[in-house]
């Protein structure tokens, strides 16, 4: 878990009194072969073409581990498996103030589909994709950390 805001696009300060929390729930599906899997965000949204790992808010009384598994049914297709909380990280966008909750998935059902238009990839670190979505580069970074000192 970390305690720290990251902060993008913008000299905002640290206060965030006030601000509303968006929870977003996002899928770090790990293949097999240690693979694991960015997506595009769609055309339309904010960041469009940014990767990220998929994944989308919570509504009302789901859990993390729903909203997941509702989101990537709708977005990427596959059904997953149980959801392990890693880690979260709150992020302060311009457009709004995120509490990301990272998830590890090894498990799931189903073929890939990109229901929204994205694209994907299975990556190894260091990623080929770019532009990495800022509030994505952290778990790139807790990847190399694991892979330098599995636990
Ligand atoms: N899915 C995902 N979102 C991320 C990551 N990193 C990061 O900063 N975010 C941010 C971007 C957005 O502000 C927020 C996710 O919101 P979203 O708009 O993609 O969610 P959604 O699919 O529910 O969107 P919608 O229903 O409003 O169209 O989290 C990440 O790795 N994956």
Do not use: N
Not at 98 to 124: D, I, N, P, T
């Amino acid at each position: 878990m970390s305690a720290e805001v990251l902060v993008v696009d913008g000299g905002r300060t640290a206060d965030q009194a006030g601000r509303p929390v968006t929870e977003v729930a996002v899928g770090v599906l790990i293949d097999a072969q240690g693979r694991f899997l960015l997506t595009s965000r769609p055309p339309g949204k904010v960041y469009a073409g940014y990767w990220e790992f998929p994944g989308g808010k919570l509504e009302a009384g789901e859990s993390v581990e729903e909203a997941l598994r509702r989101e990537l049914i709708e977005e990427i297709g596959v059904c997953i498996g149980p959801a392990h909380a890693w880690r979260t990280q709150l992020v302060d966008y311009p457009h709004a103030l995120v509490r990301l909750h990272f998830c590890k998935v090894y498990a799931w059902s189903g073929e890939l589909q990109m229901h929204e238009g994205q694209q994907f990839s299975w990556e190894r670190l260091p990623v080929q994709c770019a532009p990495v979505l800022a509030g994505t580069v952290p778990v790139l970074r807790w990847l190399e950390e694991e892979a330098a000192a599995p636990r």
